[in-house]
């Protein structure tokens, strides 16, 4: 019996040290995020903000995303007037879909399906960028030059995806409602005042201000987890597929997460 317990704890332990492993790890790569976001978060609030690099970035992942958010807009309204308004008619409150139409958009549907339009988008592009730059050491030469990577490529996409996301989301949510609009009465036959007329009466301020709360985070989100991801990627073209990929993945995520964690706090 006590010739045969050497050869047997190796391989009971082994799962624990497996275990044990893979949770270092993922502890290692959380307390790496959270020293990059403290890192661009300081960055960020010290002077000088290259502006110019800040409106360049505007521009990629606001303007250039301005097309993907209204069409994803306007079909989401619709299919929500439609999944609305069966269900509305059964109780005889058809009068009500305009509300929900724009609270769902507004409060939830909005800032949500942007971020996530956004991340495919510009994130993927973002983390390639970064980490092609990681890749042909350019960062690696601007730390040797005596400047900062994070103020001249991390901070100009942290501060446009936080400016861009809560505009991306009020375009989101009125195109949403238009496409509503023209589904319920042009196609349902809903009254035109009823449906706009219901809207000003229950949509309060409180619900539009939560909706750009939450889509101000979900930029945060994006351009934190897209940068992080492009900043340590590996080496290869392998090791920048590879950081894009998990960028979108943990960038979706854990906007659902934090959209769950915001609606439990602030609705």
């Known amino acids: 019996m006590q010739a045969d317990s050497p050869s047997c704890c190796p391989t009971l332990a082994r799962p624990f040290v497996l275990v044990g492993g893979a949770a270092l790890r993922v502890l290692a790569r959380t307390g790496r995020m959270g020293v990059f976001f403290g890192r661009m978060v300081g960055f960020t609030l010290t002077p000088p903000v290259k502006l110019r690099r800040v409106v360049s970035r505007i521009h990629f992942i606001g303007f250039q995303s301005i097309l993907v958010v209204l069409l994803t807009g306007m079909f989401t309204g619709m299919v929500l007037c439609l999944q609305g308004y069966h269900a509305l008619s059964r109780f005889g409150s058809d009068a009500f879909l305009g509300p929900l139409v724009a609270m769902s958009l507004i409060r939830e549907l909005g800032p949500v399906i942007a971020a996530l339009m956004v991340a495919g988008r510009a994130g993927s592009a973002i983390t390639a960028e970064i980490g092609i730059m990681r890749n042909g050491q350019q960062l690696d030469a601007m730390e040797m030059m005596g400047l900062s990577p994070f103020r001249y490529v991390v901070v100009p996409n942290f501060l446009a995806a936080m400016v861009s996301m809560p505009i991306l989301a009020c375009l989101f949510d009125v195109v949403g409602i238009w496409g509503g609009y023209l589904v319920g009465v042009h196609l349902l036959g809903v009254s035109g005042g009823t449906y706009m007329g219901e809207i000003a009466v229950y949509l309060e301020m409180t619900d539009i201000m939560g909706g750009i709360y939450k889509a101000l985070s ?38 659902l997460v934090w959209d769950y964690l915001l609606t439990s706090v602030m609705f």
């Open 218 to 255: 979900f930029g945060g989100i994006i351009a934190w987890v897209c940068c992080y991801k492009g900043y340590y990627t590996d080496f290869g073209a392998e090791g920048v597929s590879r950081a894009t990929t998990q960028a979108v993945v943990t960038s979706s995520v854990l906007i």
